[in-house]
Nanobody, 123 residues
Framework: QVRLVESGGGLVQAGGSLRLSCTAS????????MGWFRQAPGKEREFVAA????????TYAGSVKGRFTISRDNAKNTVYLQMNRLNSEDTARYYC????????????????RGQGTQVTVSS
């Protein structure tokens, strides 16, 4: 079992930045690819970013590429999402998730998910 706890969400003005963190406990963090997803009210959950077990490979949704950066620190059992140049369309609840392979994360077939942290961007 892996427990994931997100933090770092909040209210930010358009154009601003936030850094989300997701800390894992339980099984070996470095055995899992990690991802960030988000869900806005009335919309389906969508993929945001993924990172490989070692952190050497990352994948982004087109809507955030160039603005968001996913990273991980396996020594701290933590994955991060640095979000820059935020806009109102980024308003959503953000979730981190863990999967045994990046391919599983990309298909939203994750083994574990956190409870999420709310990000609200005001215009």
């Amino acid at each position: 079992q892996v427990r994931l706890v997100e933090s770092g969400g909040g209210l930010v003005q358009a154009g601003g930045s936030l850094r989300l963190s997701c800390t894992a406990s339980g099984r070996t963090f470095s055995n899992y690819a990690m991802g960030w997803f988000r869900q806005a009210p009335g919309k389906e959950r969508e993929f945001v970013a993924a990172i490989s077990l070692s952190g050497g490979s990352t994948t982004y949704a087109g809507s955030v590429k160039g603005r968001f950066t996913i990273s991980r620190d396996n020594a701290k059992n933590t994955v991060y999402l640095q979000m820059n140049r935020l806009n109102s369309e980024d308003t959503a609840r953000y979730y981190c998730a863990a999967g045994l392979r990046v391919a599983m994360v990309l298909k939203d077939e994750c083994d574990y998910r956190g409870q999420g942290t709310q990000v609200t961007v005001s215009s």
